[in-house]
């Protein structure tokens, strides 16, 4: 662990760190709400202080699409090289819907064929 790296789990709760209502994959498409714009200010950021991201999918507003999953998640896994179980030594996903933490699982499985 390098000094910019804290051994402490941070935790992220996409309703009220990010936004309440998600978007889909890029910022081009919804401004404020992208899955680009989730992974790229509040996971990278995180990965890089903490060595473990909790990340609460719970209490948005909307459907979260596959899209906005896939790019946050499966995007996250690609950028580090991660495959899945490195992902899960990295980053816990809680949610009330298993069919979010299932998709995200299968987006990263498919990342890495």
Do not use: C
């Amino acid at each position: 662990m390098d000094k910019m790296t804290s051994d402490k789990i941070h935790t992220i709760v996409i309703a009220k760190d990010f936004n309440e209502y998600t978007g889909y994959r890029y910022k081009s498409q919804s401004p404020g709400s992208s899955g680009e714009e989730f992974r790229e200010g509040f996971l990278l950021p995180s990965i890089k202080k903490h060595t473990s991201v909790k990340v609460n999918l719970n209490g948005v507003q909307n459907r979260i699409l596959p899209s906005f999953l896939e790019e946050a998640f499966a995007g996250l896994a690609r950028i580090k090289k991660w495959d899945l179980e490195t992902f899960k030594k990295h980053i816990e996903i809680i949610s009330d819907r298993n069919d979010y933490i299932e998709d995200i699982y299968f987006y990263i499985e498919n990342t890495q064929k």
